[in-house]
């Protein structure tokens, strides 16, 4: 590993968070490559990494069929809000769907899986804080929220979340772990580039890193 490679130093974090968890199992390592482009991409793909996240569906229907074409093996996670008007087109690009947030995109996600004869890892996003302005559905509506899923017959992998800024997260990282306990359900997508050692040391299965791998956002 060198410093100049922040692929190799994302990974070396997300392992050594894992042996001090004593964790045999290893996280995911999402890739968040929304707002870049194909030729900032092409050196994490030549490198080997093949999941990625992408937080909207025309930006990755514009980047993704192209690599595809060229990189094989490639696994596309959408970590956006997705609007029920654009459940087929997820559906149809996505591996895993990260914003399961409401009744309505239940069960569009639902027919559109249905049509297509193609169930991606459905994961629903837990507004862990109760922040009245952010996605995710509440903690209090997650049962409901779940058995609606299961009713749709989604895939659902697990919960998603991610916690209030500027707060301490292990205590949400260990909530959200607590609830996908409580529901049966293995997957917890949580952590980002500046968190992903807590999360992987309370459990995390994905993590979701962008800045990380390929500097700031403008
Ligand atoms: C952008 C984004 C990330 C990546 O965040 P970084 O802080 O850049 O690592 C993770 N999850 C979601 C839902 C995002 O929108």
């Known amino acids: 590993m060198t410093e100049q490679d922040p692929l190799a130093a994302v990974r070396a974090r997300i392992d050594a968070a894992a042996r001090l968890a004593h964790r045999q199992d290893a996280a995911t390592l999402i890739a968040v490559s929304k707002t870049r482009t194909a ?5 994490l793909l030549a490198a080997g990494q093949r999941v990625f996240g992408e937080n909207r569906v025309q930006e990755a229907q514009g980047k993704w ?10 696994e596309l996670h959408l970590v956006g809000q997705l609007q029920s008007n654009k459940a087929a087109d997820a559906v149809a690009l996505f591996d895993a769907i990260h914003s399961v947030d409401r ?12 049509n297509a004869g193609k169930h991606p890892a459905c994961f629903v ?3 862990i804080g109760d922040e009245p302005q952010k996605g995710g559905c509440g903690v209090a509506d997650l049962p409901a929220l779940l058995e609606r899923a299961r009713a749709a017959e989604l895939t659902i992998a697990g919960l998603m979340a991610v916690p209030p800024a500027d707060l301490e997260p ?6 959200l772990a607590k609830l996908a306990r409580d529901h ?3 997957g917890l997508s949580m ?9 992987v040391m309370l459990g995390a299965t994905h993590v979701r890193v962008g800045t990380a791998l390929f500097g700031a956002r403008a």
């Open 39 to 43: 030729e900032e991409i092409e050196p």
């Open 65 to 74: 069929p192209a690599l595809r074409e060229r990189y094989s093996g490639v």
């Open 103 to 114: 009744p309505s995109l239940v069960d569009a996600l639902g027919a559109a899986c249905a």
């Open 125 to 127: 996003q837990v507004n």
């Open 170 to 175: 292990a205590p949400y990282f260990a909530l």
């Open 184 to 186: 049966g359900l293995g």
């Open 191 to 199: 952590g980002m580039s500046n968190d992903l050692e807590t999360a």
